[in-house]
């Protein structure tokens, strides 16, 4: 039985082209995301916008980080069970909290750095173009090998009066917006469902995912970053479309869009099937599954994924949260360790360390550029801390007899 309506009506479809040809079309996207992913190009850029310094920083502490391998050795670890942990840990919150983290993990020499990594940073315009996530990129993806680095775009941060005019002159729709200050508009958001607006970006009523959209390409072209988080239905539609010819551009389902039941599972492998690529694969690179998720039932969604035919998708569970997300002391730890003694594969999610120390909270994530420099040694802390409760974890799912996936610094 096949959809009874469309996904999007023909306007809809009409201004998404558009927009993306505003970029020069899928080709030049991708090609533009190829050339800004390379190690050359990223540290050119990082030296004209004054980050050469940070990157040589990093460099030097790569040549400290401890291996996979030998930890393997020492252990005399076999692997002889089915079901594979990949390593995931939130919270680069940009380039000097990153090159403090890098710093901690090259100097401790036990801890594993994780395979993929999480920022929930606003990309503002500021943020894109001047050469810190850029840096951070480089840092992260180039040097430590991280496989993943999943920025996040909120729809309700502010953007320049000039970046609204272009978006609303391509498409032709106009969004509903306020002036945070002189020559900035920002979408207002009227379901303030948390104190961060529903992380200002599962609200992307009427047609607020083409801003959603316009900053995930603005920032794609700008510094290679290949992989969004993406916390509405809207906005997920949206983007398997978008991307659909736009094979090195990759989403995250946030666990925001509550995906707490094999039903609403099964919501997302429609919407993933309907904008399927030539290759049979999708833009969508993981889900992270509902934090109210049984282990039972995530390998169910495991295996009707299997069953789906759609290849290439990691199911993520978060095992640690931020003590302000959601329940005090949670720890899905012995729930993974059911799911992969099951055979079944599953991505490991760090939030938290589990201590709540201070900056281990959501609003950590949402502070003015100011602050959060301000605070980057002690940020930093948080992000090397989560890596170290990861690592351990891993390591503990490897002495069990199952594989656990790190960045490439953390292999010889």
Same mark, same amino acid.
């Given at each position: ?21 505003s ?19 990223r ?14 920083? =990093? ?10 391998? +030998? ?8 692997? #002889? ?8 840990? %939130? ?27 999480? %920022? ?5 315009? /500021?943020?894109?173009? $001047? ?17 993943k ?11 320049? /009066? ?6 609303e ?12 200050k ?14 961060f ?10 047609n $607020? ?20 988080? $993406? !916390?509405?239905?809207?906005?997920? =539609? ?9 094979k ?9 869009? %509550? ?14 099937k309907?904008?399927?690529? +030539? ?6 690179y993981?889900?992270?599954?509902? $934090? ?9 969604? %495991? #295996? ?11 199911? =993520? ?5 931020? !003590? ?16 992969l ?26 502070? =003015?550029?100011? +602050? ?9 802390d ?5 890596c ?25």
């Open positions: 039985m096949g959809l009874h309506y469309a996904f999007f009506n023909d306007k809809e479809l009409k201004q998404m082209d558009a927009l993306k040809e970029y020069g079309g899928a080709a030049e996207i991708m090609k533009s995301i190829e050339h800004m992913r390379r190690l050359d190009t540290k050119k850029v990082a030296a004209e916008k004054g980050f050469g310094d940070m990157l040589e920083k =990093a460099e030097e502490y790569a040549k400290s980080f401890p291996k996979v391998e +030998d930890f393997i050795a020492k252990e005399n670890i076999k692997f #002889n069970k089915e079901g594979v942990a990949t390593t995931q840990v %939130s919270g680069f919150q940009g380039a000097p909290i990153t090159l403090k983290g890098m710093k901690r993990m090259a100097e401790d020499g036990e801890t594993l750095v994780p395979q993929e990594f999480i %920022s929930v940073m606003a990309l503002t315009e /500021d943020y894109v173009l $001047n050469g810190e996530l850029l840096t951070t990129l480089a840092m992260s993806e180039n040097i430590m090998g991280a496989k680095f999943c920025n996040t775009n909120l729809v309700g941060t502010p953007l320049s /009066d000039e970046a609204y005019a272009r978006l002159k391509i498409t032709g729709e106009k969004f509903e917006t306020w002036s945070p002189a020559g900035m508009r920002a979408l207002i958001l009227k379901n303030m469902g948390t104190a607006g529903n992380l200002g970006g599962v609200e992307v009523a009427n $607020n995912h083409l801003v959603y959209l316009d900053g995930v390409t603005r920032c794609a072209v700008n510094t290679g970053g290949d992989f969004y988080l $993406n !916390p509405s239905w809207p906005s997920i =539609a949206a983007a398997c479309y978008y991307a659909r010819d736009i090195n551009l990759t989403f995250k389902i946030s666990m925001l869009l %509550s995906t707490q039941s094999p039903m609403q599972f099964r919501m997302l492998l429609n919407i993933m309907e904008f399927i690529r +030539d290759d049979g694969a999708t833009p969508i993981e889900i992270n599954l509902g $934090n109210g998720m049984s282990p039972d039932t995530f390998i169910q969604c %495991s #295996n009707e994924l299997k069953v789906s035919g759609i290849p290439n998708i990691s199911l =993520a569970a978060h095992l640690r949260i931020n !003590p302000d997300l959601g329940l005090k002391d949670f720890d899905w730890t012995k729930n993974a360790h059911k799911v003694a099951s055979g079944t594969n599953i991505t490991i999610k760090y939030e938290s360390d589990g201590t709540s120390r201070p900056m281990d909270t959501m609003e950590a994530y949402f502070l =003015a550029k100011d +602050d959060r420099l301000a605070a980057a040694e002690q940020i930093g948080v992000i090397y801390y989560k170290v409760r990861c690592s351990n974890d891993a390591k503990d799912i490897m002495r069990m007899g199952h594989k656990a996936t790190f960045a490439k610094i953390s292999y010889k």
